[in-house]
């Protein structure tokens, strides 16, 4: 079955970096287009970024200039390089295996912590 495992979450400060990943397996990754969303504690999940196969990408206006979402249909994984780290960036965050945006997020992983604090 399908099954998406992000990693790379973790305690940062303010101003500083990390980089997640996701690793699927059992679907075909190279066919869908792949997404990072996150759910910080009493608000709903937002799409952060999204890259579809021939590595076109969208930001979410918080991530504009200071995020990067990238992926590797060699190793099916996708990235997603995070810069410049406010402490609004505080959430969980989710990985996505998209078909079609209009049948929405098709898989998800179960999530890192990304906490920004001093």
């Known amino acids: 079955q399908a099954q998406l495992e992000e990693s790379g979450g973790g305690l940062v400060q303010p101003g500083g970096s990390l980089r997640l990943s996701c690793v699927a397996s059992?679907?075909?990754?190279?066919?869908?287009?792949m997404a990072w969303h996150r759910q910080a504690p009493g608000k709903e999940r937002e799409l952060v970024a999204s890259v579809t196969s021939d590595s076109t990408t969208v930001y979410s206006d918080s991530a504009k200039g200071r995020f990067t979402i990238s992926r590797d249909d060699y190793t099916n994984t996708l990235y997603l390089q995070m810069n410049s780290l406010k402490p609004e960036d505080t959430a969980v965050y989710y990985c996505?295996?998209?078909?079609?945006?209009?049948?929405?997020?098709?898989?998800w992983g179960q999530g890192t912590q990304v906490t920004v604090s001093s």
């Open positions: 996505g295996a998209v078909h079609s945006w209009i049948t929405g997020v098709n898989y």
């Open positions: 059992g679907f075909s990754f190279g066919n869908y287009i």
